[in-house]
């Protein structure tokens, strides 16, 4: 699978940003996806997954009521919804693709090349 993220940019604190990640080259619907982060000297954290056909979600507790994950299978496409933006949620966000639905960052099989949130005070 060949995931491309996009949708992120430069917002104020309390803003909103939507993610988007394409996937192509097999069966979007085989995969739970994820979403990572990476801020600035830290590790990749996990952030939100979503099951395969898009009816269970789970989010890490540091993003819980903010974010939610959701897909479209027609399009190939999963999305990260982003509300009440806070600086500490400044990083790069990767998609991830598994045939497990889990969180572990072991467990994900294909990344995207991330995309750059950056959240002002």
């Known amino acids: 699978v060949q995931l491309q993220a996009s949708g992120g940019g430069l917002v104020q604190a309390g803003g909103s940003l939507r993610l988007s990640c394409l996937a192509s080259g097999r069966t979007f619907s085989n995969y739970a996806m994820d979403w990572f982060r990476q801020a600035p000297g830290k590790e990749r954290e996990f952030v939100a997954s979503i099951d395969w056909s898009g009816s269970t979600t789970y989010s890490a507790d540091a993003v819980k009521g903010r974010f939610t994950a959701s897909r479209d299978n027609a399009k190939n496409t999963v999305y990260l919804q982003m509300n009440s933006l806070k600086p500490e949620d400044t990083a790069v966000y990767y998609c991830?693709?598994?045939?497990?639905?889990?969180?572990?960052?072991?467990?994900?099989?294909?990344w995207g090349q991330g995309t750059k949130v950056t959240v002002s005070s």
């Open positions: 991830a693709a598994s045939r497990k639905f889990s969180s572990w960052l072991s467990d994900q099989e294909f």
